[in-house]
């Protein structure tokens, strides 16, 4: 754990790029597949189910937003003005198709990143369980359920916690797929085995935030092996 506590240390200047507020009202909570292409400038994607003819859902939460912050505040792993999760989440997407929401919380993170930590911090040791605002789809209406979120504090957020309390997965697929910036996926995929023993938990991947425009490959050939 001291390892892990230093390491975590090493890692908090690099952490310091990380914007951290969560829900930002120019960004809706839940975006159709069509939304989000169009917001790409790409075409939409009307694929609603995978090659078996099952619904796929990805969904995630990412913490940086750039919206209405100062140069100096923003510099967070963001790309194309997403966070690093939403990033890789819009690709995933892009590939497996489905519809794809983020999860917002009701109150959002504070924007600088040391009073984000300790915000976050606080509610891991509580083990708080932060409210998000109505995703406006039931992910148990889904069959392949794809869930990202960065790592915090070498766990998931609370918010993924509250996300897990609330929706049994039982014969459902589970995707999971991380950011992080030092911590790998640091044994949260095994949490959410534990989390939703009914569901079938696939391999994950865990992808440097500030890499993640430079994680396509990587992407590709996971999906390719998850057959997608
Ligand atoms: C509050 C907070 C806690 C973090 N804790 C960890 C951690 O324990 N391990 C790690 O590798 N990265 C940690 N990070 C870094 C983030 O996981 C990383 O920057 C991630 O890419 C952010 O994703 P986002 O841009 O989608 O919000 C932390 C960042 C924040 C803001």
Known sequence: MKRLTALFLALTLVFALAGCSGGTKESPSVNTTAQ??????????????????????????????????????????SFDGQGSTEYLANYIHSKAGGDIVKITPVKDYPLSYSA?????????????????????VNPEDY???????????????????????????????????????GSGDGGTYNEIREFEPGADVLRGLAVRGGKA???????????????Y
């Open 143 to 181: 069959d392949v359920i794809f869930v990202g979120y960065p790592m915090w504090w070498y766990t998931l957020p609370m918010l993924l916690y509250t996300f897990f309390d609330m929706y049994d997965f039982s014969g459902k697929t589970i995707i999971p797929f991380n950011t992080h910036e």
């Open 116 to 136: 984000c930590a300790d915000a976050a911090k606080k509610e891991t040791d509580s083990g708080a369980r932060p409210e998000f605002q109505p995703l406006g």
């Open 36 to 77: 989000t292409s169009a917001a790409n400038g790409e075409n939409a994607n009307t694929q609603q189910t995978d090659k078996d003819g099952k619904k796929i859902l990805v969904v995630y939460f990412s913490s940086a937003n750039t919206a209405g912050v100062d140069a100096v505040s923003s510099a967070t792993p």
């Open 213 to 227: 425009d430079k994680a396509q490959d990587e992407v590709d050939s996971w999906l390719a092996k998850l057959g």
